[in-house]
């Protein structure tokens, strides 16, 4: 059994909290991302699985096995650096076939595992190159082969496509998704990219400042974020979140939004929410789930960002700013006044006081 | 006329690469100078020496020192010097004991420090003191020690419960250890500082990837710090090896080189030729022939040193 | 006026060939990028403009006058470094002042254009704050004036993000973006991230192996790419590149599954480019062709579908979260109006007005 159990997992470096009691299941064969902002704990949670950081409090578990006191040699963990940590004074093929070398299994069977994962990962014609004439990117192959080899049940990588470059990125995303399709380990990926998260995850947790916000399939954490922080994260760009009061209008349940006037009315499960809110609600709209329309909020545009298929629009000022996503040919320039309506089913509203979603 | 009244050169752009090369040249040309008159003039000079058989008490300037021309018997003596041999050897002795013992506890050491434990700067503080004692007070010191009333033979008295009177310094086998002694004790220190330095540039990642993937620590330290640490080794090495080669000062305060000759290095048998003898004609032999020698040596390290670090 | 240009400007190291016969204008105030992957030549270019490196043969040319010999201290050309390098026990104003009082400028001079810098770059308010208590844009901002109180003809970034979160990053490349529309002046902009290089840049030139493939605005670039090569490099996913098969009325692709009249194809059409987010995915009906939908990616705002069909895996990009099952049939339409066709060798060709093959 190979799954992960984090118990009021805890750490504290000195005065500071790096992590505060995280409890969290990994299940057996489940590629688990652990996303958030630099400095949010999920190295730190990370380091803690594979036994480099000793916790502060609370417990590990692999399926039943209490992890306290076994050393990182022991815990058969497949771990990939940030920075690949490569044996650079040797070749690829020494490099892919070290933790087999070590651990003395017959040269027959590092031979034949050692070609397997060349051929896998299409470094076989590298195989005698030294890894330190090699490209980043080839680089962080040979980090993944390197400890794949190894079969690990568990596999942590931490941040590992952070360092190439953005086109080799989305083809490394759908490598690291086949590799784990094909050999079914737990994997735990860390990353501040939204997007290597939503895509390659089955389940993602995000972390601020310590402190888990939400674990669940990356859709939902897209659909329902548990509270601002995570709305804001996730989505590319993030959630808008526009801070007003709720009325009543001749046509339901609305919130003030202040200068940009009065939303639409609110639908069903967000005005029942609304009516319990006490005080400002702040009120949450992705930017891709809109459309322009009479009824909308209106705002003049300050920037357009043209990226591709889609254009991001850049609207209001000072606090009262939201972004929409559009196709590319849409017209709004800098200057327009347009008006945007959220979709009326995606709209979310949060506590102004809390964060939390209402 | 002032330089900047001087007539410019026509602005002919030279290619990058020879404009370069020259600009280096003049950039370096008085420090070649300075070379020239530091490393190659008391060379010549010495060379010129070595084959007379010239004196400071000949009654004239070095210069003229033709007037004692005897050709290569300088050389001929040499090679005939049975205390200039022996010495030679006693010194390869002293340097195949202290440089290993030096090094292996240089390294063990600085493995200790690799990682943090409590009281890790007094001990660093403590543990390199020895090298900052000037080294003719080290061998005062370790006179002392070593006396036949001194707190060496003391403190083994007290350990074995019996009076000790052991005459180290008199000795000739003991007084060659006890130099011996004094020359771990104030090298070692050296050795661990450089080394310590090659095993902290050892990229932590890489010790831990090795871990994770199953190395002990013993794979580890054979298969990814050792390779990053040949050069460095090498440099500590071939430091200690010229040093050790060298060896005078702590030595010659301790045992003046006796009892007879039992102590006497390389070093101790040219400074007695100089100051008792005043054969310099003869010395300078002596030490040309060491320079080769040490030269030789010295080529086959960077040999080494420059196939470790490709 | 500052306008920066290469006349067949050729720059080699080795066996290498770094920048390859480039000709190209950076014109006065443009937010010019460079954009390739990694090797392509981009950092070399920002080199020959600072005068870091000389060239082989060819020209460059600043507001006109030939500097191709004139030492970088000379050219008046500011770099910005990626990571700041704010000197931290400076305040931001000991910080923008400092390349003046190097120069030793006389005082009123350089208090007028420390105030004209602050005001363009809108920092009259933190200039007292020393960079440790500065927001991650304010410190940003700061470097520019730094750069920019020298007057200098242009200023360059050398991937200045890059090393940024994910999430930082589509804030900051606003940031400059605004930053530069403020301050006026001709920026230099290298970057290897394709969504960044459009977000930010007027024209952008985009490089391969030391040579230019294609320069313009990046709507441009997106909509009219001059080949293969350029059409890959931007985008997200990919723009799927399929060989096409003629039979005497049809054009086809991914193995029947995309079928065009040869009326909408330009003579020598070897290859059909289809963006994912033109690529129809519809319930298939029974007729033609379907594929089989081969994995799902919902990205919330966005669903990435790949479909088997053919040799090569496509691609298409829908807009919201579609319900589409794994192992579903699809078939898959394609406006003409919206592929685009690359000849063997994978230049673009485009059906001339009213024409056809």
Known sequence: MSAIHLEHLAKRFGGFTALKAMDLRIEDGEFMALLGPSGCGKSTTMNMIAGMETPSEGRILFGDRDMAGVPMARRGVGFVFQNYAIFTHMTVRQNLSYGLRMTGRPKSEVERRTLDMAEFLQLTPLLDRRADRLSVNILQRVAIGRSAVMEPAIFLLDEPLSNVDAAFRAVMRTELKQLQRQFRQTMVYVTHDQLEAMTMADRIAVMDHGVLQQVGRPIDVYNDPANTFVAAFIGSPGMNLLRGRPVRTDRGLAVDLGVLGVTPPLAAPQARAAEQARGEVIYGFRPEQTTLAREGIASPVSFVERIGARSIVHLGDGPAVFKAVFENDVPAAVGDVVRVLPHADAVRLFDAQTGKAL | MTLADAPLAPPVPPTPAEDGARLGFRLTLPAQVLVLFIAVFPLLMQLYISLTDWSPLAGVAWPRAWEFWNGFANYSDLAQDGRLWAALGRTALVMAVCVPVEFLLGLSLAMLFVDEFPGKRVAYSILIMPMMVVPAVAGYMFFMLFQSGGPVNGLLGTLLGRDIAVAWLSDPTLALVAVMIADIWQWTPLMFLILLAGLVGVPQDQMRAATLLGASAWQRFRTIALPRMKTIMIIALAIRVIENFKIFDTLYIMTGGGPGVATETISVYIYEVTTQDLIWGYVAAIALAILVILSVAAVWAMKRMGRAAA | ?357
Not at chain 3, 86 to 108: K, Y
Not at chain 3, 163 to 172: G, K, N, Q, S
Not at chain 3, 207 to 214: A, K
Request: hydrophobic share 40%.
């Open chain 3, 1 to 357: 006026m500052s306008e920066i240009a290469f006349r067949n400007v050729t720059k080699r190291y080795g066996a290498t060939l770094a920048a390859d016969d480039l000709t190209f204008t950076i014109r006065d105030n443009e937010f010019f990028c460079f954009f390739g992957p990694p090797l392509a030549g981009k950092t070399t270019i920002l080199r020959l403009i600072l005068g870091l490196e000389t060239p082989d043969a060819g020209e460059i040319l600043i507001d006109g006058r030939p500097v191709t010999h004139v030492p970088p201290a000379q050219r008046n050309v500011a770099m910005v470094f990626q990571n700041l390098a704010l000197f931290p026990h400076m305040t931001a104003e000991e910080n923008v002042r400092f390349p003046l009082v190097e120069r030793r400028e006389r005082p009123e001079v350089i208090a007028a254009r420390l105030r004209d810098v602050a005001a363009k770059l809108h920092i009259g308010h933190i200039l007292h704050k020393p960079p440790a208590q500065l927001s991650g844009g304010e410190r940003q901002r700061v470097a520019i004036a730094r750069a920019l109180v020298r007057d200098p003809v242009a200023y360059l970034m050398d991937d200045p993000i890059s090393a940024l979160d994910a999430r930082l990053r589509e804030e900051t490349r606003v940031e400059l973006k605004r930053i530069q529309r403020e301050a006026g002046r001709t920026l230099v902009y290298v970057t290897h991230d394709q969504e960044e290089a459009m977000s930010v840049a007027d024209r952008m030139a985009i490089l391969e192996n030391g040579r230019i493939r294609q320069i313009g605005t990046p709507s441009e670039v997106y909509d009219r790419p001059a080949s293969a090569y350029v059409a890959r490099l931007l985008g997200a996913p990919m723009m799927n590149i399929l060989p096409m098969t003629r039979t005497p009325q049809e054009a086809e692709a991914a193995g029947g599954a995309i079928r065009l009249p040869l009326l909408d194809l330009p003579s020598g059409a070897a290859q059909i480019g289809v963006r994912p987010e033109n690529l129809r995915v519809l319930p298939w009906q029974g007729d033609g062709t379907p594929s089989r939908v081969a994995d799902v990616e919902p990205l919330g705002g966005y669903t990435v579908v790949t479909l088997d069909a053919g040799a090569v895996p496509l691609r298409a990009l829908l807009r919201g979260q579609p319900d589409i099952r794994i192992d579903s049939r699809v078939a898959l339409r394609v406006d003409p109006g919206r592929a685009h066709f690359f000849g063997e060798s994978g230049e673009a060709l485009r059906l001339a007005p009213g024409g056809s093959a």
